[in-house]
């Protein structure tokens, strides 16, 4: 069940693999790390942070993108995240410039909403999926054309939650940047960092929710794509068979999506969890 927040800012569209031993491993690790007094700038879980924010931005706006891959950099970008808010330094800095964390709060309420809708369209793909599956084995062509409908509403909500995603924590981030306007060198990099890692996540989501709807499309790319596969039936079987083929793709994103997504909804409720004990430290 996911935990429920004191601010809920929801999508339209209506998660978990406990963190793995390596993860945890790394956890303890930095926890044990003993640093001198530095600037935030020198700090290199600051760089690393910022080497993550970078991959997933890239990645987000490179040509051939595959979503099980920018799941993976999300996350990757999330633990990078968690490690710097685990030590003493960062915390400080991030509790200075507390005018800014309330922005950044509903950037990443807003993040975990969007990845909880993403498992809600991963699931109607599925049993869309599914539909058509079994009207292409049945000869089905009334039910092949209700999965298709189907099939191209999930693509409509996937495009939705992309564009919902990456406007509103955009505008977060903005937010962020003007509440920051006051704080110190160090504050205001640091507050930059999460703003930055945040606004990349949200556009890496949106590309893997992008990408996702182009695979499903590529099954029912125009409303004719029902009736086609309905007349193969009745003139040459065996020239449906790209619908099988294209079906199996889109259950295999859907399978290496469905855990990704998780992971990376899990990362994002920590992300939060951590911000909020900073704002209000237990006494």
Do not use: Y
Request: hydrophobic letters at 50%; a positive charge.
């Amino acid at each position: 069940m996911a935990p429920s927040f004191g601010r809920s800012i929801s999508f339209q569209l209506s998660p978990a693999r406990a963190i793995t031993q390596p993860r945890a491993a790394a956890a303890r690790h930095v926890r044990s790390i003993s640093l001198p007094p530095c600037r935030s700038h020198s700090h290199p879980l600051l760089a690393h942070l910022q080497a993550q924010t970078a991959a997933a931005r890239a990645w987000a706006t490179s040509a051939s993108t595959s979503p099980s891959t920018g799941l993976t950099l999300i996350d990757a970008l999330h633990a990078a995240l968690a490690e710097l808010l685990l030590l003493p330094e960062p915390q400080t800095l991030v509790r200075r410039a507390c005018a800014s964390s309330d922005p950044l709060l509903d950037a990443f309420v807003l993040l975990a909403d969007a990845h909880r809708g993403f498992q809600e369209s991963l699931l109607a793909l599925r049993r869309d999926a599914a539909d058509a599956r079994a009207a292409l084995r049945r000869r089905d062509a009334a039910r092949l054309a209700s999965a298709a409908r189907a099939q191209r509403r999930a693509e409509k909500d996937l495009a939705r939650l992309a564009a919902a995603v990456s406007s509103s924590v955009a505008r977060s981030a903005r937010l962020a940047a003007l509440g920051s306007a006051t704080a110190t060198a160090e504050e205001a990099e640091m507050a930059a960092a999460l703003m930055d890692a945040a606004a990349a996540s949200a556009a890496a989501s949106a590309a893997v929710f992008s990408a996702v709807a182009s695979v499903s499309a590529a099954t029912s790319s125009s409303k004719k794509a029902a009736t086609t596969f309905a007349a193969a039936f009745a003139k040459k079987p065996e020239t449906a068979d790209v619908a099988p083929e294209k079906l199996e793709e889109l259950e295999r994103c859907i399978d290496e999506c469905e855990s990704g997504s998780e992971v990376v909804f899990r990362s994002i409720v920590r992300t939060r969890v951590s911000l909020l004990n900073i704002r209000t430290p237990a006494i």
